[in-house]
């Protein structure tokens, strides 16, 4: 399939640049996160408390394969810690292009400085737990990526022209 994929940190826009970029190139948008919540009735942070983080990257998992089915092309935003998993980076090739929208752990912590729905981010220092989960996740990131765009500084707008730029 050619779908589009959008992986990256909380925070880097892969929801909200991704709605808009379907909008853009006439695609359907899906949300790997909102599958889950869906199937499981639950917000993300009560699927973690509930069944932990393990059940919770197997959903993911599983709502991969369910997309390699999809015959509709889509623009794609995964978890933040969905590339992690090594079984899913062959699904993310699979799926089509995989973008990784990069952003400075300065722009995170303006984008997620009042959000308490992230399961990864609690307890602590949010700078320090961003720059934590990014040491670990940037390298793979980059890994599986066919294209890597910085979000720093830049509007929706020319986000979606160097993506339409980089990509077919």
């Known amino acids: 399939m050619n779908h589009i994929i959008l992986i990256g940190f909380m925070g880097a826009g892969k929801t909200t640049l991704g709605r808009r970029l379907a909008r853009a190139r006439h695609l359907v948008f899906t949300d790997t996160d909102d599958r889950i919540v869906a199937k499981m009735g639950m ?3 009560a699927i973690f408390d509930k069944y932990g983080e393990e ?3 197997k959903l993911e998992t599983e709502a ?3 997309l390699l089915k999809e015959k509709k092309r889509c623009v794609i935003s995964v978890g933040g810690g ?3 998993r090594g079984e899913n980076q062959p699904y993310l090739k699979k799926l089509g292009q995989v973008i990784y929208l990069r ?3 300065e722009t995170l912590m303006g984008r997620l400085g009042r959000d308490h729905s ?3 981010l609690r307890g602590g220092d949010l700078r320090s737990r961003i720059e934590e989960l ?3 996740r940037q390298d793979t990131y980059e890994k599986v990526a066919d294209v890597v765009i910085d979000t720093d500084g830049k509007g929706f707008e020319r986000l979606i022209l160097e993506i339409s730029e980089k990509i077919s």
Do not use: G, I, W
């Open 55 to 57: 059940r919770f990257r």
């Open 134 to 136: 990014m040491e670990k």
């Open 82 to 84: 969905l590339p992690m």
């Open 64 to 66: 991969l394969r369910e």
């Open 43 to 45: 917000p993300v942070t």
């Open 118 to 120: 992230r399961p990864m």
């Open 103 to 105: 952003a400075e752990v």
